[in-house]
């Protein structure tokens, strides 16, 4: 799934963005709840990359999108607004991982918990997702982040070099990396047919 319909689905245009932002300046609120809504679920995808807990994601993309308004008036118009944004919140993201000190728990897929046996096409889908969720936590943070912000999101090489602070060849090589760590976690499951 890219995140590329997401962003034009919201309506992003880079180009009204720094208008956006100029508005949201003056106090225009609702310019400010477009910039918010037109990045709410990019922010979250890569806490959540980067943090691996739901609750946990959402409390650090929103405290980077309340950093980043605060910072409001630091935003270079010259440039994309997404990639500061996320640089931002992969910021506060990565403050709120090394901050954190509770074990990390898993709970139970609500589906189990009821009565009886899930079909086979649903035990499947469980362990795949199960399966790449585990595969993505073995990946050094470095790598998951590029990889969400690449593939996911869809944002550019050199995009995810500025959100990241590092060069676009660090980019192209996180991803590389990424991807055949990622194959290599997943081999051996047949499309629709679980492990082999």
């Known amino acids: 799934m890219s995140a590329v319909p997401d962003r034009e689905a919201a309506g992003s245009r880079d180009d009204d963005e720094p208008a956006l932002v100029a508005r949201a300046l003056a106090g225009d609120r609702t310019a400010l709840g477009v910039l918010v809504t037109r990045f709410a679920a990019p922010v979250r995808r890569l806490a959540y990359a980067i943090l691996r807990d739901a609750d946990e994601a959402d ?45 990390e728990t898993s709970e ?14 649903e035990v499947d889908r ?11 936590d073995t990946l050094p943070q470095r790598y998951r982040m590029a990889l969400v912000l690449f593939d996911v999101e869809g944002y550019s090489q050199a995009e995810i070099a500025e959100i990241l602070g590092v060069a676009p060849g660090t980019v192209r090589s996180a991803v590389f990396h990424a991807r055949r760590r990622l194959r290599r976690w997943l081999e051996g499951w047949k499309e629709g047919g679980g492990e082999s």
């Open 126 to 136: 469980l362990a795949l997702r199960q399966r790449l969720a585990m595969a993505l």
């Open 59 to 103: 409390d650090a993309a929103q405290d980077g999108v309340l950093q980043a308004l605060v910072k409001l008036d630091r935003y270079d118009p010259s440039r994309p607004f997404g990639p500061w944004l996320m640089r931002i919140v992969a910021n506060a993201a990565i403050d709120r991982r090394r901050r954190r000190a509770v074990r």
């Open 108 to 121: 139970l897929d609500e589906g189990l918990v009821g009565g009886g046996p899930l079909p086979d096409v």
